[in-house]
């Protein structure tokens, strides 16, 4: 398989529910995000993390916590989430953190929390 | 605010029309700038992107020239197709702070036969 993979593709969950997102590139990247799509607004940066470490956080609330074990695997754990936070989710990667990279994208998660 | 605008849609056009979609960005430094292209139910695919002032991107007939003067990446495309309706963002990264990503809020491209 090859590219950027995202599991689940689709994720309904409850307020009290605790669920994970799971990402996998097979491209040998060294750098790996979250981003947040959402209905008529810009895509939103959550995470960022380059040779697994975090270097980035958007501000964004502690019920979304982000894993990166390995450089191929990116996780979204999440917990308490509100109906707000019903979204397309996509991972991405790219060779290095370096600005001038491309990002490559999963096919994203759509979740809808009840 | 975002740092990123392109202008809104729906775009609706018919086959073979010329395609622009304007996108202006406001960063300090040189960022590198991208077009993505999501596809109904896909994630987001690198069109093309720029890294310098006065580089031009292209791919699959669409072309971006990076305006430094202007400080746009304005999309382009001689002859759209239908197989070309999909949601384009522009995006920029870099500058000073090369770990921020910013994306527009996307322009929706609908081509009828």
């Known amino acids: 398989e090859t590219g950027v993979t995202q599991t689940p593709r689709h994720l309904v969950m409850g307020m009290t529910n605790k669920k994970s997102l799971k990402c996998e590139q097979h491209l040998g990247h060294n750098a790996m995000y979250w981003y947040k799509q959402s209905a008529k607004k810009p895509l939103e940066l959550m995470f960022v993390y380059s040779l697994e470490e975090r270097v980035e956080n958007n501000s964004v609330p502690s019920r979304f916590s982000p894993e990166c074990p390995n450089s191929s695997h990116l996780f979204l754990h999440l917990h308490t989430l509100q109906p707000e936070d019903s979204a397309l989710y996509l991972c991405?990667?790219?060779?290095?953190?370096?600005?001038?990279?491309?990002?490559?994208f999963g096919p994203g998660t759509r979740l809808t929390v009840l | 605010g975002n740092s990123v605008t392109q202008m809104e849609g729906p775009v609706t056009l018919s086959e073979e029309a010329f395609l622009t979609i304007n996108c202006t960005y406001t960063a300090t430094g040189y960022p590198s700038l991208f077009w993505y292209v999501q596809y109904p139910g896909e994630g987001l695919q690198l069109l093309l992107k720029?890294?310098?002032?006065?580089d031009k991107g292209s791919n699959k007939g669409f072309e971006a020239t990076y305006r430094k003067e202007t400080t746009s990446f304005h999309l382009e495309k001689g002859s759209v197709q239908v197989s070309d309706s999909a949601v384009y963002f522009c995006?920029?990264?870099?500058?000073?702070?090369?770990?921020?990503?910013?994306f527009g809020s996307g322009t929706k491209l609908n081509v009828k036969p």
């Open positions: 720029a890294t310098k002032a006065d």
């Open positions: 995006a920029r990264r870099g500058g000073y702070n090369f770990n921020k990503f910013y």
């Open positions: 991405a990667s790219s060779p290095t953190g370096r600005f001038t990279d491309t990002q490559y």
